[in-house]
Structures are given as C-alpha cells and as structure tokens.
C-alpha cells in the first residue's frame, strides 16, 4: 500500500503530467456539465419520467449510459461523441476499399489531417441526420403527464434550433477530445465515453441494493457479484494477454563493436484492437434505432424495431456478436500489418527460427495473428451480450451493464491504455510505476 501510495505522490511531482492530468479532469468535468444542461424548449420533468419508464434496458438506455445520462436529459451532449465514431467507421472502411483514401493513409501526416478533416465533416453530417430523428421522436411523443415539447413550442424554430445545438454540441465533444489527446493523458474519445459511462456506477449500484432490500436473497446476489469477478478478470486477462514470437538477430562487427546476436520477442496481442470493435459495433447498432424515428406511424418499422433490433432481442444480439468479430479482424488488420513487420526485421537482420525471412515471415506472423484473434474477438462478442443474458435473469439493467458487455470493455480497455501512457511518464523520469516490474505486463503465450 505504501508503495501505491508513493507511485501516486511521484505522479503529482512530474510537473508536465501533473498539468496533463489536471488539464483531462478539467475538460472531462466540462463534459459532465454538458451533459446535464437541458435543451431550450424541453419540459424536462415529462421527458425524465417518460425516460425512466421507456429506456430501461433498451437500446436507448444503453445509448444513454454510454453518454453519461445526456440522452435522457435531452441535453446539448445528447448525441454524445458515438457521431464522431459512426464517421470514424465510415472513413477506415473507405481506406479499405477506395482508392483515394489508401492513398491518404500512405501519405504520412499530410494524409492523416485530411483524413482528420473528413472524419470532421462526416460527424456533423451524421450529426444533422441524428438530431433530425431525435426533433421528430421529440416533438411527436406524448406522455401521461402531457407531451415532451409543449405545442406552444413545437414548430419549425424549436426543431432548427435544437439541431444546431446537438451538432455544435457533438462538435465541441469532439474538438475537447482532440485536446485532451492532444495536451492530456489518454485517448480524449475514449476517455469521453469512459466518463460517461462511470457516471452511472453510483445509481446502478443503488438499483441493485434496492432489490435487497425488496427481499432479493442475499446468496443469489453474492453469486453474481462472484460470477460479474471472473468476467471482470477475463475480460482485464484477454485485455493484456500475449502470444511471444522469438526474433534471433545475425551478429555484425561494425568497426570495433559486436552488434546483434540476441533474441528479442514480438508481442502478439489477444485482443489487438482493443475496445475499438466494441465501441465501432455498438455505434452501427445505433443508426438502425435513429432512422427509425422518423417513422414513428409505420406499424412495419414498429415490428422491425421492437422484433429485429431490440436491445434485449436474440436478433440484436446475434447481429451485433458478428459485428464484434468483424470489427476485431478488420481493426486488427489496420493495427498490425505482418508485411511490414517482416521487412523491418529482414533490414535489421533479424529472422524467426525456422522460417525463412521476408514473405515467409509475414505469412507466419499472419497465420498466428489470425489464430490468436479468433478466440479474442469471440470472447469479446460474449462479454458483449451478457448484459442481455443477465437482464433475463432478473439483474437490474444498469448493474448488468457495468459488470459485463460494452461498458466493461471499454472501462477496463481505457483504464488499462491510460495507465500506460502515466506509466510510460514515471519511468522516463527514473520514478517507479504501478507495477514491481516497472510497467504494465501483458501475460505470455
């Protein structure tokens, strides 16, 4: 304890991670802000009871933990920064097939500021379509206590005014995350989400303590709470867990000093591309909920949305397992390019036993990759659905969704990335960091 105790001290001595660290609080409080400021023209006591009675345990419940409550709020951040992911998807699937964006991702930092800038314009697009659907679905429902947004209101100037605040609203989301990025610590995206969704632990710890007190037995819920620690320990296990490919360098006598012969390890991640999958999955799930908002009389959408893409429906969850899996492979694929590796370690003079270098090599690294990312992203699209599984069985869906599915993943993922990066701040400045090895270990294959 003491030893954590002093890694914390260590860290507020640093004075440039000090102010990184001061400066991501800042900014992440600012979103908290946000997300609790109501959109003008709002009744927002109708809108909260209509909300609590609707979302729980739909996908627009989920939607709203992962926007720290804003959707629920009709706040400014209600369409939270999952735009600027939507685009993000967008953008990396045109690198795979089009020409023209191969060619930008090629082109070094040029390439990556105007991929930057049409991922931009492509959030405030989908921004534009997004609120659209949020103005109808608004304006059209009425509640027992009377409808969302009086009729006094309703009109064209609260529709154009409301989706220029939800867009402006994204946008600045967007500009805060590049900044934290950018001047913080961690990914700002991510830590966004991540916020958002921590902002919930309190209320759904509370949900579940209220069926104690309504008589739930006691044994039952330490049996989950047991069972939400495996799945807490798989998911941190999987996280961090590697496959060590062993690298032998040739020796080279370079004027008077012997380089090379030794044997180094490439690490081969499980889960190489991280919470992404989960977030770029999670994100394509929410477009089919949105567009069907502007269709609120069609009883052929209504059987669509409620059979087909439900939250808590067997569809959904086979629909979005397989958009894990293909998101791990296809983020992979972007993440690590086996090629690339292989002629690194030809130019150095560098082989793995056994294997010839070059195509050989990369053929080799490819087909392990491939094995090793199968049981990763199958076990990501589990953890995924839980939530679904447990709600079934009678957890409460805010708890179900803290201890398994999307909001761990991306909790542990972000957590864990963040640790690294202060981590990576201690030990340059010779300071011990979280872990007796002095930095975070993934586990060997």
């Known amino acids: 304890m003491s030893r954590l105790t002093d890694t914390f001290t260590n860290i507020f001595k640093i004075q440039e991670l000090r102010e990184r660290l ?18 003008p023209g709002i009744d927002a006591s109708v809108l909260a009871d209509y909300m609590r009675r609707s979302s729980e345990g739909t996908l627009f419940g989920l939607y709203d933990l992962f926007v720290g409550g804003a959707f629920s709020n009709a706040a400014v951040f209600a369409l939270g920064i999952m735009p600027y992911i939507s685009s993000s998807i967008v953008i990396q699937l045109l690198g795979a097939v089009v020409p023209y964006f191969q060619k930008l991702q090629k082109e070094g930092e040029e390439g990556r500021k105007k991929i930057t800038q049409y991922t931009r314009y492509g959030t405030v697009l989908i921004c ?16 027992p206590l009377g409808p969302i947004v009086p009729g006094a209101v309703q009109g064209f100037g609260f529709a154009f005014s409301t989706i220029i605040i939800l867009t402006a609203g994204t946008v600045f989301m967007m500009w805060l995350g590049e900044q934290i990025t950018e001047r913080g610590i961690g990914n700002g995206i991510s830590l966004i989400i991540f916020i958002g969704i921590i902002a919930g632990f309190p209320a759904a710890m509370l949900d579940e303590y209220q069926l104690i007190i309504a008589g739930r037995n006691i044994i039952v819920e330490l049996v989950i709470l047991v069972l939400m620690g495996f ?7 999987v996280t961090q867990g590697t496959r060590r490919i062993p690298v032998q360098y040739a020796k080279r006598v370079i004027g008077r000093k012997v380089y090379g012969g030794v044997t180094q390890y490439i690490p081969l991640r499980v889960n190489t591309a991280g919470v992404m999958p989960i977030i770029f999955a999670q994100a394509i799930m929410f477009v089919p909920q949105i567009f069907f908002q502007f269709f609120p009389e069609s009883e052929f959408v209504a059987t669509l949305s409620s059979d087909w893409f439900s939250y808590d429906s067997w569809t959904y969850s086979f629909i979005y397992g397989l958009m894990i899996v293909f998101f791990t492979y ?14 690194n370690m030809k130019k150095q003079g ?5 294997i010839r270098p070059g195509t050989h090599t990369a053929e080799f690294v490819d087909n392990i990759l491939t094995k090793i990312t199968l049981p990763g992203s199958i076990f990501l699209a ?10 079934k069985l009678g957890v409460t869906p805010g708890f179900a969704s803290f201890f398994g599915g999307t909001s761990l993943l991306i909790i542990v993922g972000v957590a864990l990335d963040t640790l690294q990066q202060v981590e990576s701040h201690l030990l340059m400045r010779h300071y011990d960091g979280f872990m007796k090895s002095g930095k975070l270990r993934g586990r060997r294959g």
């Open 22 to 39: 001061l400066f991501t609080a800042a900014l992440l409080i600012v979103v908290r802000i946000g997300s609790h400021i109501t959109l």
């Open 382 to 391: 589990i953890v995924a659905i839980l939530p679904t599984l447990m709600i």
């Open 128 to 143: 534009l379509l997004q609120s659209s659907g949020v103005v109808v679905k608004l304006q059209s429902t009425v509640t």
């Open 231 to 237: 799945i807490v320990a798989g998911v941190v296990l």
């Open 330 to 343: 296809f983020y992979t694929a972007i993440a690590f390019n086996p090629k690339d590796v292989a002629d």
């Open 350 to 354: 560098g082989f793995v036993p056994g």
